[in-house]
């Protein structure tokens, strides 16, 4: 699995984050790009690997790295993106969900509940909004619309850069009403629906 973290500004260049790990590997990852000769090494920065493992990553670990940054990153005003890539059965579903068990919460539910600590809670008079989309099988779907047929476009807007044409927007006020939000997408969600629940 391949997870990337980036943060642009806008009406700023764009730049990625590299996410800062206590232990590394001297494993390298080939990438081969399809139809040609050229491929890449990448290093790997940390393995999840079984609890046992004294190189273990778990899901506050892997928060620790990459979603709370991405947060700090948010609140300063930057658009922020945690990509997760990999195989099928290689672990995005889980690292950005996880479970609902204690200690079990992937990347997404933890940064939910840390800015509804850090900022929600605040009644500074800002309206917070959430969507929850996937992409499955090159098809971008709504979490949030039950009634939500097809894929959605992705658009680009000359000044707020990328976003999901008639995407869901629903008002929050506590991390209750965004829990609340969750359940509802996981229930419409083809990948959580398949690998996870």
Do not use: W
């Given at each position: 699995?391949?997870?990337?973290?980036?943060?642009?500004?806008?009406?700023?260049?764009?730049?990625?984050?590299?996410?800062?790990?206590?232990?590394?590997?001297?494993?390298?990852?080939?990438?081969?790009?399809?139809?040609?000769?050229?491929?890449?090494?990448?290093?790997?920065?940390?393995?999840?690997?079984?609890?046992?493992?004294?190189?273990?990553?778990?899901?506050?670990?892997?928060?620790?790295?990459?979603?709370?940054?991405?947060?700090?990153?948010?609140?300063?005003?930057?658009?922020?993106c945690i990509f997760a890539y990999g195989q099928t059965g290689a672990?995005?579903?889980?690292?950005?969900?996880?479970?609902?068990?204690?200690?079990?919460q992937g990347i997404i539910p933890q940064v939910f509940y840390a800015?509804?600590?850090?900022?929600?809670?605040?009644?500074?008079?800002?309206?917070?909004?959430?969507?929850?989309?996937?992409?499955?099988?090159?098809?971008?779907?709504?979490?949030?619309?039950?009634?939500?047929?097809?894929?959605?476009?992705?658009?680009?807007?000359?000044?707020?850069?990328?976003?999901?044409?008639?995407?869901?927007k629903m008002a929050v006020t506590n991390y209750s009403d965004i829990?609340?939000?969750?359940?509802?997408?996981?229930?419409?969600?083809?990948?959580?629906?398949?690998?996870?629940?």
């Amino acid at each position: 699995m391949f997870i990337l973290a980036c943060k642009c500004k806008r009406y700023r260049t764009k730049r990625c984050i590299k996410s800062r790990c206590n232990f590394m590997y001297e494993i390298l990852a080939l990438i081969f790009l399809r139809h040609s000769s050229e491929h890449r090494k990448l290093p790997f920065s940390s393995v999840c690997l079984q609890e046992e493992d004294p190189s273990f990553a778990s899901q506050g670990k892997v928060y620790q790295d990459i979603g709370e940054e991405m947060l700090l990153h948010a609140f300063e005003g930057y658009n922020v993106c945690i990509f997760a890539y990999g195989q099928t059965g290689a672990g995005k579903s889980y690292t950005m969900m996880g479970k609902q068990d204690p200690g079990q919460q992937g990347i997404i539910p933890q940064v939910f509940y840390a800015d509804s600590v850090n900022k929600i809670t605040k009644s500074d008079g800002s309206l917070r909004r959430v969507s929850y989309m996937e992409i499955y099988c090159e098809r971008v779907r709504d979490l949030l619309n039950p009634k939500s047929k097809g894929s959605l476009r992705v658009r680009e807007h000359p000044i707020m850069g990328p976003y999901v044409e008639d995407l869901s927007k629903m008002a929050v006020t506590n991390y209750s009403d965004i829990a609340d939000l969750m359940d509802t997408g996981n229930k419409l969600s083809e990948i959580l629906f398949k690998h996870l629940l």
